[in-house]
């Protein structure tokens, strides 16, 4: 198995920062991949960000120039730096992983951001 454990999330101003981290462990060892989602109440789920092996990254439009999403390190973990924040961002963030297995996901952590 997989797991991902999410943590980092909290309760900000507008215009604040916040950085994410998502830990791997199981049995995949360093992942070559890793994107966010969010979903807020009453919202669909939506892909926040998305990192891939080789470099590259990808950003919904709502956040670029906001958040940067880095490749996943030698402790297998990944992070989701977000700045300037608005209340807009507010939601639960997941953290997941393509496996050989299908798509693991973390349990996500909450972000709320007053205006």
């Known amino acids: 198995q997989v797991h991902l454990v999410e943590s980092g999330g909290g309760l900000v101003q507008a215009g604040e920062s916040l950085r994410l981290s998502c830990v791997v462990s199981g049995r995949l060892g360093i992942a070559n991949n890793m994107a966010w989602y969010r979903q807020a109440p009453g919202k669909e789920r939506e892909l926040v960000a998305s990192?891939?092996?080789?470099?590259?990254?990808d950003y919904a439009d709502s956040v670029r120039g906001r958040f940067t999403v880095s490749r996943v390190n030698a402790k297998n973990t990944g992070f989701l730096q977000m700045n300037s924040l608005i209340p807009e961002d507010t939601a639960l963030y997941f953290c997941t992983v393509k496996t050989p297995w299908g798509q693991a996901w973390g349990q996500g952590t909450q972000v709320t951001v007053s205006s």
């Open positions: 990192w891939t092996f080789g470099g590259s990254s």
